[in-house]
């Protein structure tokens, strides 16, 4: 089974603190996504990663940065962390070849306040 | 630019009877189509997919959804509905992107679905 794990299921910052939330998966995958969800908005692409050292702008990434240091691990950063930033975001990997290939896997998600 | 809209923000019906969550889609090309469940504090889940293959596709938990390209439209349906179907479901279009084999996803805003007993 694919396995994403994120490394907090619930966050509390400040704002104005810098932010990390780790992404890691398990099966080899190519492509690495951030999403925040937000009720009535569904899910909105922040950053995605089709690579290693490869990132590429999601619809709404003002405000994010991220890392992909290695295949396995995706990081997502909040610079200096606003309210408006409150929410929850979920990692997703997707590989480029197999039977799935064209699914996406997402972790369980980690839900940020930022007072 | 590839889009999906979901009809419903919220269906309510009876234990036992059909579910219907409307979907339409907008896309340049045949797009790829999926429709993933979240239950409550879960994470997301693949229910089904529609790759150019048949246009009727048969996802998990008794779920199907038919791709009708004149209609635009990929609603999802159960014959029956069941209390542990009560959750959110998402409507997703796959968009290429730079690269060979690359695709990013774009949502729709969800469809709450509650099961009355």
Redesign the interface.
């Known amino acids: 089974d694919v396995k994403v794990t994120q490394s907090s299921r619930y966050l509390v910052k400040r704002t104005g603190e810098k932010v990390f939330l780790e992404c890691v998966q398990d099966m080899d995958h190519?492509?690495m996504?951030w999403?925040r969800q937000d009720p009535?908005?569904?899910?909105?692409?922040i950053y995605?990663s089709?690579?290693v050292k490869m990132k590429?702008k999601?619809d709404i990434p003002e405000g994010y940065s991220v890392s992909r240091e290695k295949k396995e691990r995706f990081s997502l950063i909040l610079e200096s962390a606003s309210t408006n930033q409150t929410s929850m975001y979920?990692c997703?990997s997707?590989g480029?070849?197999g039977a799935n290939?064209?699914?996406?896997f997402?972790?369980?998600?980690t839900r940020l306040t930022v007072l | 630019a590839q889009s999906v809209t979901q009809l419903d923000?919220h269906v309510s019906v009876s234990e036992g009877t059909p579910v219907l969550l409307r979907c339409n889609y907008s896309s340049s090309y045949s797009p790829?189509l999926?429709w993933y469940v979240q239950h409550p504090n879960?994470?997301?889940?693949?229910l089904l997919?529609y790759?150019s293959a048949a246009t009727l596709v048969k996802g998990i938990n008794g779920f199907e959804a038919e791709f009708k390209k004149s209609e635009t439209s990929f609603h999802l349906t159960k014959p029956s509905a069941h209390m542990s179907d009560a959750a959110e479901y998402?409507c997703v279009v796959?968009v290429p992107?730079?690269?060979?084999?690359?695709?990013?996803?774009?949502?729709?805003?969800?469809t709450r679905l509650t099961i009355i007993p």
């Open positions: 190519e492509n996504f999403y009535g908005l569904g899910l909105r692409l995605f089709y690579d590429e999601g979920l997703a997707r480029r070849s290939y064209n699914e996406q997402f972790g369980p998600g | 923000s790829s999926f879960k994470g997301l889940q693949l997919k790759t998402f796959s992107t730079s690269g060979f084999g690359n695709e990013k996803l774009t949502f729709g805003t969800g």
